[in-house]
């Protein structure tokens, strides 16, 4: 073997193993994140990757390796989207596969972007500026370049003692938390082998502290008088049964709904039902009708599907008070891709939705609806993962996110994870009380400093009703958007 044949060979390894190490930094990130659920990992999940960055000097490399480990990361996440789409879009399973690596290109630029920033910035640098300049770069890629899921490596310290300085100072500062540590340990390491690993260790101790004394402590506090109590029901019907026997469903949801209404004695303030429990497309007046014929005794609020102006359909929320009239009726403003929205271009040129209606109607109601004198924002399913859409009812005056979701259409137990902590995350970042009713998934009700302080089990099949009380957001206090790094 000559000398060119030999060098050819070794950068041949070269690319392999920088290939691996951006794959394996995904796998961890994949690990730490909320799909697993292993937030101790978080502090060396990057370590394979930004030991690649700060030791090239190519901006194309570095983008390429940034690209690949978030490719990897969000392909374990997001491998059973296109049987999702196939069953609720119609579309067909190569163009489901289509769509998931749009998504996947689209969601691994902004890693890349950050990669090939930090070269730039911190390629003449030396220790601890590379590292500082590396930082800026990655979490300036993330802040600045939107996603379809709208992810952000904050998402690892949802249960994590960090999550309330994301209220403070937004999402961002959770991905600097991340980024920082891995930063750090790295250049540890780099000098010291043994340092490097304590380090780690003791570093990783706080991403994996339990907060459910902390939460279960917070949640007794004297402090919390105002609040409201809330009935939620839950039949956890499948989308099947929902279609084929939308009358059966119902009446399982108002007998349950009786039941418990007895075991609380009545003393609730609101009962709430998921969406899409009237899954059949209806007037606003038959949904009233037919929710005050089946139960009176208290206010009900409700996902349903809306027939407006006898062609389009919108998810939409109605509240139905103690005597028999519609008090509001929010529309659905975010509509999901495909399912209910044509996808953007260029993929809507190709792929299109088969369903026999057009979700387009957006949001006519008011942004918060009335329930008693508490302002709640009710927010459908998808729109929940939007800080824009928890802005915009916090500023209307909301006390409390309500998020009805259905969670039956993502039939990936990991997908339906990511997608609770996008809404906690949300809601955190505006320092906003959330109650989430998730159809086949759990309820919880989180605090304005992210901790739970109540949740059902997980991924449940059988009936079940909740009694929670969620405590409320005082008057007067406005969207949090404090720092610069909101």
């Not at 706080?206 to 029901?233: C, E, M």
Request: charge should be positive.
């Amino acid at each position: 073997m000559n000398n060119r044949e030999q060098a050819c060979c070794i950068d041949r390894r070269k690319i392999v193993h920088q290939v691996m190490l951006a794959m394996l930094s995904g796998i961890l990130n994949y690990a730490a994140g909320p799909g697993v659920g292993w937030s101790f990992l978080a502090p060396v999940a990057f370590l394979p990757l930004l030991s690649l960055v700060i030791n090239t000097k190519s901006f194309r490399r570095a983008f390429l390796l940034g690209a690949l480990s978030a490719t990897t990361a969000f392909g374990l996440a997001l491998w059973s989207l296109p049987a999702a789409a196939v069953a609720h879009s119609g579309i067909g399973i190569g163009e489901g596969w289509i769509v998931l690596a749009a998504v996947l290109l689209l969601e691994s630029i902004p890693l890349g972007v950050g990669s090939a920033v930090a070269v730039l910035l911190g390629s003449k640098s030396k220790s601890w500026l590379r590292s500082l300049l590396t930082l800026i770069g990655l979490v300036a890629a993330e802040r600045f370049i939107p996603t379809p899921t709208r992810y952000s490596q904050a998402a690892i310290l949802v249960d994590t003692p960090f999550l309330p300085l994301v209220g403070y100072f937004g999402r961002s500062m959770g991905s600097a938390i991340v980024f920082t540590s891995n930063l750090l340990i790295l250049e540890i390491t780099l000098r010291h082998t043994r340092w490097g690993l304590i380090t780690a260790g003791l570093i990783a101790l706080p991403f994996a502290f339990p907060v459910g004394p902390l939460t279960s402590f917070y949640a007794t506090a004297p402090t919390r008088t105002n609040s409201l109590r809330a009935l939620v029901i839950d039949t956890n019907a499948p989308p099947s049964e929902k279609r084929h026997h939308p009358k059966s469903v119902l009446r399982n949801h108002v007998d349950l709904t009786r039941t418990a209404f007895r075991s609380t004695s009545g003393q609730v303030d609101v009962v709430v039902w998921g969406e899409s429990v009237l899954s059949q497309p209806r007037s606003e007046k038959e949904q009233v009708r037919l929710v005050r014929k089946a139960f009176e005794a208290a206010p009900v609020l409700f996902g349903a599907v809306l027939l407006v102006e006898g062609s389009d359909l919108t998810a939409n929320s109605v509240l139905v008070t103690k005597d028999c009239s519609p008090n509001c009726r929010y529309d659905k403003q975010k509509l999901v891709p495909l399912t209910e929205a044509h996808l953007p271009w260029p993929l809507g040129a190709i792929i299109h939705n088969r369903q026999k209606w057009s979700a387009t109607a957006h949001g006519r109601g008011p942004d918060v609806v009335k329930l008693g004198e508490t302002l709640a924002g009710v927010l459908i399913c998808y729109e929940g993962m939007f800080e824009s859409e928890v802005d915009r009812v916090t500023r209307a005056g909301a006390q409390v996110i309500i998020n009805l979701v259905s969670d039956d259409w993502l039939r990936d137990p990991v997908i339906r994870r990511y997608h609770e902590a996008l809404a906690r995350l949300a809601a955190v970042e505006h320092r906003q009380i959330m109650l989430r009713i998730s159809n086949r998934g759990r309820t919880i009700v989180q605090d304005e400093n992210g901790w739970l302080l109540f949740a059902s089990r997980e991924n449940p099949e059988d009936p079940v009703w909740s009694d929670v009380l969620v405590p409320l957001r005082p008057r007067g206090i406005p969207s949090n958007q404090m720092g610069i790094l909101h």
